[in-house]
Nanobody, 120 residues
Framework: VQLQAFGGGLVQAGGSLRLSCAAS????????MAWFRQAPGKEREFVAG????????FYADSVKGRFTISRVNAQNTVYLRMNGLKPEDTAVYYC??????????????WGQGTLVTVSS
């Protein structure tokens, strides 16, 4: 599986962005997906996850109520809609997926990352 994330950019605090992650491979509809982020000088952290069917989603407390993860399996794409952006959301955002289908929590494949910068 290859993942390509895009959609990052510079936005003012309070603004919105939508990130996209396009996946190659035949098994996308059976793969859980997640977004992580890494801010300068900090460790990578979980942001949001979604089950392969889209039936369940999970969020870090820091983004709950502001970010929404979704997927379109027919397009092999997962999205992260980010509203109410704050300067502390500034980071490189990565999408990730497990090696094994129909599992959640082990993230083996990673996209290249897309930079989100939120100005105050």
């Amino acid at each position: 599986v290859q993942l390509q994330a895009f959609g990052g950019g510079l936005v003012q605090a309070g603004g919105s962005l939508r990130l996209s992650c396009a996946a190659s491979g035949r098994s996308f509809s059976r793969l859980a997906m997640a977004w992580f982020r890494q801010a300068p000088g900090k460790e990578r952290e979980f942001v949001a996850g979604i089950m392969w069917s889209g039936s369940s989603t999970f969020y870090a407390d820091s983004v709950k109520g502001r970010f929404t993860i979704s997927r379109v399996n027919a397009q092999n794409t997962v999205y992260l809609r980010m509203n109410g952006l704050k300067p502390e959301d500034t980071a490189v955002y990565y999408c990730a997926t497990p090696r094994t289908t129909s599992t959640y929590g082990q993230w083996d494949y990673w996209g290249q990352g897309t930079l989100v910068t939120v100005s105050s």
